[in-house]
């Protein structure tokens, strides 16, 4: 998509974000973020994390819908805290649990958010949401009511009023939550597309979307950064640690007391485990090619689950 | 180095959103549904006997705040919290709009199509009395309901807004439908400034149907940003709407005669008069149809023909008709027709006068009270010993009572006639 947004050109004068020490407590003292310091930089930005790791906090500021208790976040130079207005100008949101009016068409729909953007110039907006009907692939829903859309069809509706402003700063919470596998991968593949000139954040339980997309993942845990990097270096954060045996199923309890399994199959009667660790005491471990989903369940398990 | 604020392509105001929201809204079947609702309304209620609008208009007038009224608190109280309901406020208020524009806009969007499916009752009711009387003469008299009709609703919606809104449920907002169930039961022992449709207190209330959503706008940005700056209109309409509303309460309770609120000692001395049989008949001040001051003595030697009614009892609207007949038949002869209308809404005079075409002085009790006992509901009607409606008073040209009328045979017979006849050969010019 041509980045053809003055707001957005004038607006940034580097594009990226910038988080130093931010913190989040709510009140009956439960903290959300402990000092989370990150750079941010142009691409898609993976942030991985189970419930109530802080991950929708750390969105929610950065969208200036949530106060930080301490810290600063800026993006694109912009202080989410003190230049609300211009971060919102920069900014495409795209939360986990969003509604849209079901009586409006998905044209109606994107008109009334581009006023919402201050795109009162109707010429100027209705080419922007031709634009990006076209390019969520919406043109034959153009017409059609919001409330008549599939969840899928829904989420790129979604994605289109994220878009219209030609946003330096995209925040997509889960969204590819509850779609079925071809949507799900039309959606990620959007946003591998989109990611280059602008921040892409985006928030997943699926390690999947992550190796599909991402070009850094930071991993979050209890309010803290766990890991920040690109997916290889996450990956460098298992080699070697990863192993794979088939064993018999008595042997299960004892090999998962001792290791981080992180994935086990089941094969004519016999079982295939896969383990972290650094090393495996069994005579039929053999080492394995590490993927995410392996340096995900290790960062999480505190990166040094090792019995041996 | 601080980077350069966003260049904006220009910011719509909150009108043109509510525009954009309401026209979207103009093709939803809630909207068509109340539209067509509120015209329903408006033909059952608007087909009344009378020579023109005027009971027309008053019913729908009626019909607007006593039943509309109900519909518009529970509309505003769901449309204040459907962003919540539907999870669309996290898409809008991370946009570069102030919070106080968004919900201006909203509220305005929704005042713009109840004042629609308002305007649908009065063309229901207008329709209904076209299809009965084959005409539509005293027009205006519908806009003047509409307008005070529509003041009231302003304010019931803003006020359920602003509750619903802040309180984060409609719930909330039931408390403006209770105010609006007690004003209506409760006529005979709230004051007369408590009831947001009488016409005198309209801009009391429109005024404070703008506070109301001023200090909705205000409080519910604090609520989502923090104490940080409003836009500058929001204190300015909230303290312009509730300085406005004490302004014109103080006005209306300096100049109305309220045993609850306060009383003129102008209508103290109407009440000490009496009617008595060839003893001048009790006299007034009070305004006219255009809310010219008007006394007895300003027809000095006129048969005066001084009938009593009100519009709370249909049937003695009637009356209003046979005065005019009586003015064209004989005015000439000296003879001239004076209508009193016990209302405690001062509008209903120019309604009434409006609609009907009527020649002759309708003047406005404005001491009228809603009482059980209609004696007690005014000073006025005191001195007239009104016990029934309506009353109607022939004097000879010496303003002495000379026949004392009373009840429907005024309207539905000749006696009302054969009084001034009888008046006129013992009396004549």
Known sequence: MAVSNPQGSQAATSTQVVIEKLRKEYEGGVVGLHEVSLTIPAGVFALLGPNGAGKSTLMSILATILEPTSGTARVCGFDVRRQKHEVRSILGYLPQDFGLYPALTTYETLDYVGLLYNLSDPVVRRRQIEEVIERVNLGEFRNRRVGELSGGMRQRVGLAQALLNFPKLLIVDEPTAGLDPAERIRIRSLLAELGGERVIILSTHLIEDVQAVADRVAVLHEGRIRFEGTVPEMLARVEGRVWELVVQPQELAALRDRYLETGLRREDGRIQIRLVADHVEHPNAKPADPVLEDAYLWLMNGGSANGA | ?429
């Open chain 2, 1 to 429: 180095m601080e980077p350069e604020a966003s260049v904006s392509y220009g910011q719509p105001s909150a009108l043109s959103l509510a525009g954009f929201e309401a026209r979207s809204a103009l093709r939803t079947t809630a909207f068509r549904s109340a539209a067509v609702a509120a015209f329903l309304v408006g033909l059952a209620v608007g087909a009344q006997e009378g020579h023109g609008a005027g009971p027309s208009a008053w019913a729908a007038g009626e019909a607007s705040w006593h039943i509309f009224g109900f519909i518009v608190v529970v509309w505003m109280s769901m449309a204040a919290v459907a962003d919540q309901a539907l999870r669309t406020d996290v898409l809008l208020y991370t946009k570069p709009q102030p919070t106080e524009r968004i919900v201006a806009a909203k509220f305005m969007a929704i005042l713009m199509q109840i004042l629609l499916a308002n305007a649908a009752l009065f063309v229901g009711a207008a329709c209904a009395h076209y299809a009965s009387h084959g005409s539509l003469a005293g027009l205006w008299a519908y806009a003047l309901r509409y307008w005070a009709a529509s003041g009231a609703l302003l304010f019931l919606g803003a006020a359920a807004y602003a509750l619903a809104l802040l309180t984060g449920t409609p719930l909330a907002g039931s408390a403006v439908g209770l105010f609006l169930a007690l004003a209506l039961a409760g006529r005979s022992f709230l004051a007369k400034a408590y009831i947001p449709a009488y016409t005198q207190n309209v801009p009391t209330y429109m005024a404070l149907g703008l506070a109301c959503i001023g200090i909705a706008c205000w409080f519910y940005r604090i609520g989502r940003r923090g104490k940080t700056r409003v836009a500058w209109y929001v204190p300015a309409l909230t303290i312009l709407g509730l300085g406005l509303a004490i302004a014109n309460l103080k006005v209306q309770l300096a100049h109305t005669h309220d045993p609850l609120s306060g009383e003129q000692p102008a209508l103290d001395l109407m009440e000490a008069q009496n009617i008595v049989p060839d003893n001048p008949a009790p006299g007034f001040l009070l305004p006219d149809q255009y809310g010219r001051p008007t006394q007895l003595s300003a027809f000095a030697g006129r048969i005066l023909v001084i009938a009593l009614w009100s519009p709370a009892d249909p049937d003695t609207v009637a009356v209003l008709d046979r005065l005019q007949q009586i003015a064209q038949r004989y005015g000439a002869q000296g003879v001239q027709p004076i209508a009193i209308c016990l209302s405690e809404d001062v509008g209903a005079v120019a309604t009434f006068a409006q609609g009907e075409m009527l020649s002759y002085p309708v003047v406005e009790d404005w001491g009228t009270h809603h009482a059980p006992d209609i004696m007690d509901s005014s000073p006025l009607a005191n001195a007239y010993q009104v016990t029934v409606l309506p009353k109607v008073v022939v004097t000879d040209r010496r303003r002495r009572v000379k026949a004392v009328l009373t009840g429907l045979d005024v309207t539905a017979g000749t006696m009302l006639e054969e009084a001034v006849k009888a008046r006129l050969s013992a009396d004549p010019q």
